[in-house]
């Protein structure tokens, strides 16, 4: 699979790290690789490998010695996992999927250190974070002692690298209320199940029930064209029945009954 193919590109996972000396986090990544590979292939030391590739010759000693810049370091463990190379149709992405899901609907990516965490919602242990998390191959704890908010469930395992990972697929970083959000670029192509699973996830954390009423709600404080993109996308999913107001995205009875929605 080519980089340009890739639903989680290794160019993009680098540069959310800032660059530090360099002009950004690919940068370095580059340098590291052409450092280790001109070292190898001529057999010298850090000394003519910097001259050679006109690098700082502490910087090349240390990736010589063993050290890696954050971003190469990331971009390994996000291959390790499966990350990098997954499609829509391997469990890794499908975990990747419903936790992209989650941090629109609940969780939260920590803007310092890209940290995810995932709500944990009405159904606890059946909640489809669980799932998620392992498909993606992510050991996890679960938070419960949030001073009355709802419990949350964090990764124990490469945190800041699937917080990173779930970014460069679109998820955002930061207070949500702060910023304009879009659905992720990557749903637009992909096949019926990914569609369907990411809003499911979705509704299982934020779809109201009406007592009584098969109908289903979603109030979201959000953009305006970020609220029509998400009716659209459940829409489709549910195929028609869906409808948007100020706030609120309404999701009539056949809708519900066509997408078995969680409740």
């Known amino acids: 699979m080519s980089e340009s193919d890739s639903l989680v590109p290794e160019r993009a996972l680098a540069r959310t790290y800032d660059g530090g000396y360099h002009i950004d986090g690919w940068q370095s990544v580059t340098e590291y690789r052409r450092a280790l590979s001109y070292a190898s292939r001529n057999n010298v030391k850090s000394g003519a490998t910097a001259n050679a590739l006109e690098l700082p010759r502490g910087r090349v000693r240390t990736w010589l010695e063993g050290g890696c810049p954050d971003p190469a370091r990331a971009i390994d463990i996000a291959r390790e996992h499966g990350w990098l190379e997954c499609t829509f149709g ?24 890209y940290a995810p965490g995932f709500a944990l919602n009405h159904r606890g242990e059946d909640s489809h974070v669980f799932d998620a998390l392992e498909l993606a191959g992510v050991k996890y704890r679960v938070v419960d002692d949030r001073d009355g908010r709802a419990d949350e469930v964090r990764p124990t395992t490469d945190a800041s690298v699937l917080g990173r990972v779930l970014a460069v697929l679109g998820a955002p970083v930061g207070p949500k209320a702060d910023q304009h959000l879009s659905i992720p670029d990557y749903l637009e192509d992909a096949p019926e199940g990914a569609r369907e699973q990411f809003v499911y996830a979705y509704l299982e954390n934020r779809a109201i ?5 098969a ?10 064209d970020y609220l029509e993109g998400l009716a659209t996308l459940i829409d489709d999913v549910a195929g028609g029945g869906v409808r948007i107001g100020e706030r609120d995205i309404v999701i009539s009875k056949s809708a519900t009954e066509n997408l078995g929605t969680v409740r």
């Open 90 to 113: 391997d469990p890794e992405f499908q975990g990747l999927n419903a936790l992209v899901a989650n941090i629109f609907s609940g969780g939260s990516i920590a803007e310092s250190t």
């Open 209 to 213: 029930p009406h007592e009584g009423k």
């Open 215 to 224: 109908t289903l709600t979603l109030r979201e404080d959000r953009n305006r």
